[in-house]
């Protein structure tokens, strides 16, 4: 039975406990609910849970552990001799789980019967077209050790399956039964409710955090593994940029950083007064109407997918400069060689930061209580006396922290310099010139046809951590600091 | 807007009167707060608001400053005059109105910046100081106006908001008075603070009705006796009485007056 199915069984297996144990623990008390200790429905919630969730638990650990066993059980069933002189046992493994899916699909199309699937050397010169009618298309013809393996596989395959199905569904039921016949009017079933909602809600958040320890501990060993193959010092000292795959790299990251953090340094020029000054126009000036209108655009303006601004740098802003500042432009200088540049891609970046920065402020300065505001107009001042001396300072830190946070993103984008900025790894002050960041270069590192022994592209792993501390520096600084501010009104 | 007939008949003296207001109305949205109040409030003197919680006293202590313009969904009607300028009109800059009629709040309100700057805030936005010596002067002066010199005169540059509630309170009276207003509008400046403290602070309100005409909200009925001259007792939004505070409190005219002072509603 396939996977789907037997999640079905088990849910249905749920839905029946639910109300059987619902009905079971009325009748336990004649439909007197008083004498129940919970509400009849945890009851059977009680017996859904029981019956649904070892057996999912069971099913999980299956389906993770099932693929190593059955890898394990083909290449047993390979020789090593039918393993191609020069070719990965992997490359070998795929073709085997290839054939073993072909023929699965083929039996489905009708294309092969099931008995002829079963002993599949029998047709092994007809099985690329027979592969063929059913959709299956084989990159050469099949091997007969291949072929072996692949019916060592779905033999396997089959027996786990039955011993799956049975499995699950004693468990399903051991679970329904244990938990149908703890129902007495004394059991405290909304207790044992409430765990497994804790127990729910501790997972979620388990995952969440596992997923991120995960994700770090895969970039930083494979920095480490980067590291192995070229010098730390080269890559972080390195003053110049110039991959190349036939060897001879000079793999130097300040090129990147300087790109990166010139171009984050004109966007937060851009954003940071205009934001700034929108969220004390918003929360300060503006009344309720505007108000309603301008905060759902500026959110729009964040909601715009950083590609799209990608391509307005590209095809608006980068030739409006050429247009100024370019070779027969407005000012007659020639700073601007082409359309990408740090100045591109950082004004571009800048407006996407600016709602960002105005919305955050926004919150930040609407803390401010408004008895600070009253006890500054009840002295005389006006409004921009009272914003400037009073509902600034009091929201300082909070705005540092939200400018922080706009330079992390500022410093993680990448659609935009892809675009805007340019490929050419320089080191130059001209915001004219083209640069490029490294989230770019993380970018062209690994398009195309990568492998992952070169330093070459393994240098992606060690960019993107130096970019990960980075971030995380940031976003640190800034929540300490939001942090601390929260605390001055509590 | 009254016109001229009504206001001269409802214009009972005119002589010695700060601020006259006739026909207030206040609207919350759709609350109507203050229902159709004439006050007089007279120069040199101490007038009192008392009545029940939430009868409109700050609402109505509010209109005398235009603070009721900072909240969005509150509406003024009616003829608010301070020296005889209608207030709410629109050659009135409400900004220089209160720079004149200062306001101390309900709940303290220091700004989270030192005490030093706190009292100085004033002062400094109005250009009262020409050198640092004028300015420090006028703070020691206010902080002692506030009853708070003392305590807090090795720590001018401690921040504001780390002072107990009482001294808080006492801070903003501080700030409130440095501005030199004409009009001193307190919003139950004594609620928070222990009996010398509000001794301390009475005397202020009594020295500061040699220059200035004082409003105080209080729900102590000992103390409006005590401080004021002139008593008005709120209810439900109406006026329901103004006049002599000795009067009122011994020989009020309206019953739900007598009996809000002998403690029977409130
Ligand atoms: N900002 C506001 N928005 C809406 N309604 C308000 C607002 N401020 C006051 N009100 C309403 O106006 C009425 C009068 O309130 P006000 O604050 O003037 O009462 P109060 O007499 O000062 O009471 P207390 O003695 O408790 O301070 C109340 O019904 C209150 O609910
Ligand atoms: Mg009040």
Not at chain 1, 73 to 91: F, H, K, M, Y
Not at chain 1, 97 to 125: S, Y
Not at chain 2, 155 to 180: D, K, M, Y
């Amino acid at each position: 039975m396939s996977v789907t199915f037997l999640l079905l069984i088990l849910v249905g297996l749920a839905v029946v406990g639910f109300f059987f144990g619902r009905a079971r623990a009325l009748s336990t008390v004649q439909g007197d609910t008083r004498r129940l200790h919970s509400l009849p429905q945890y009851y059977g919630a009680h017996v859904a849970i029981f019956a649904f969730v070892p057996a999912a638990i069971l099913l999980c650990l299956w389906l993770a552990i099932l693929p190593a066993i059955n890898g394990f059980l083909t290449q047993n069933a390979l020789d090593p001799s039918d393993i191609p002189e020069g070719r990965d046992v992997s490359l070998v493994m795929e073709e085997v789980k290839q054939v073993a899916a072909g023929l699965d699909k083929a039996v489905a199309a009708g294309t092969i019967t099931a008995q002829e699937a079963d002993q599949p050397e029998q047709i092994i010169d007809d099985l690329r077209a027979r592969f063929g009618a059913a959709g299956v298309a084989l990159g050469g013809d099949v091997r007969l050790s291949v072929l072996q393996a692949a019916t060592t596989l779905r033999d396997a395959r089959a027996t786990q399956r039955t011993v799956l199905t049975v499995l699950l569904i004693a468990t399903a039921l051991a679970g329904f039964v244990w938990a149908a016949r703890q129902i007495t009017p004394d059991h405290r079933a909304r207790t044992s409710v409430e765990f497994s909602i804790k127990v729910l809600l501790i997972a979620s958040a388990l995952v969440a955090i596992l997923t991120t320890v995960g994700i770090i501990l895969s970039l930083i060993f494979n920095t480490v593994e980067f590291f192995r193959m070229f010098p730390a010092a080269d890559f972080f000292f390195g003053m110049t940029w110039q991959p190349s795959f036939q060897g001879e790299s000079y793999l130097g990251i300040i090129p990147l950083l300087w790109g990166t953090l010139y171009i984050s340094l004109v966007a937060l020029i851009v954003a940071v007064p205009i934001g700034l000054f929108a969220a004390v126009y918003l929360s300060e000036y503006a009344g309720p109407r505007t108000r309603s209108v301008v905060k759902p655009l500026l959110e729009i303006l964040a909601g715009i997918p950083t590609i799209v601004y990608g391509l307005f740098a590209l095809l608006t802003v980068g030739p409006l400069l050429v247009d100024v500042f370019g070779k027969d432009g407005l000012l007659g200088v020639t700073w601007m060689g082409g359309g990408t540049s740090v100045m591109t891609a950082g004004l571009v970046m800048g407006i996407m930061l600016i709602p960002f920065v105005s919305s955050l402020s926004d919150d930040i300065i609407n803390a401010v209580p408004q008895s600070l505001r009253d006890g500054s107009y009840g002295l005389g001042a006006t409004r921009s006396e009272t914003i400037k001396t009073v509902i600034l300072p009091a929201a300082l830190p909070g705005i540092v922290g939200a400018i922080l946070l706009a330079a992390s993103r500022a410093v993680g984008e990448t659609m935009i310099v892809v675009l805007g900025a340019g490929a050419a790894a320089r080191l130059d002050l001209n915001p004219f010139e083209a640069m490029t960041t490294v989230t770019a270069k993380i970018v062209s590192q690994l398009t195309g046809d990568v492998s992952f022994d070169s330093p070459e592209a393994m240098v992606a792993f060690a960019l993107g951590m130096t970019l990960f501390v980075i971030t995380l520096g940031l976003n640190v600084l800034a929540l300490r600091i939001v942090r601390k501010y929260r605390e001055q009104y509590d | 807007m009254l016109d001229n007939t009504i206001y001269n008949e409802r214009l009972d003296t005119m002589n010695d009167v700060k601020i006259s207001a006739r026909g207030v109305n206040v609207f919350y949205a759709d609350t109507h707060a203050i229902k159709d109040v004439d006050v007089d409030i007279k120069d040199k003197m101490v007038t009192s608001f008392i009545g029940p919680s939430g009868c409109g006293k700050s609402t109505f202590l509010r209109c005398l400053n235009r603070m009721n313009d900072t909240i969005d969904i509150c509406r003024v009607t009616g003829d608010i005059r301070m020296d005889g300028q209608d207030i709410n009109a629109k050659e009135v800059d409400p900004v220089q109105l209160r720079a004149k009629v200062g306001m101390v709040f309900q709940k303290p309100n220091p700004f989270p910046k030192s005490i030093y700057d706190n009292v100085s805030y004033g002062p400094r936005i109005h250009g009262m100081a020409r050198t640092k010596a004028e300015m420090d002067e006028i703070v020691e002066k206010s902080l002692r106006r506030g009853a708070l010199w003392d305590e807090v005169k090795d720590r001018l540059h401690a921040p504001g908001t780390g002072l107990s509630g009482g001294q808080q309170q006492r801070l903003c009276i501080a700030r409130a008075v440095a501005t030199e207003p004409q009009v001193l509008l307190m919003d139950e400046p004594c609620s928070a603070l222990d009996p010398i403290a509000t001794a301390q602070i009475e005397e202020l309100i009594e020295e500061l009705r040699q220059n200035f005409s004082v409003v105080i909200v209080t729900h102590s009925m000992q103390q409006a006796a005590r401080v004021s001259q002139r008593t008005a007792f709120f209810h439900l939004g109406n006026l329901v009485e103004y006049g002599e505070t000795g009067q009122i409190f011994t020989n009020p005219t309206d019953s739900r007056t007598e009996s809000y002072i002998t403690g029977r509603i409130g």
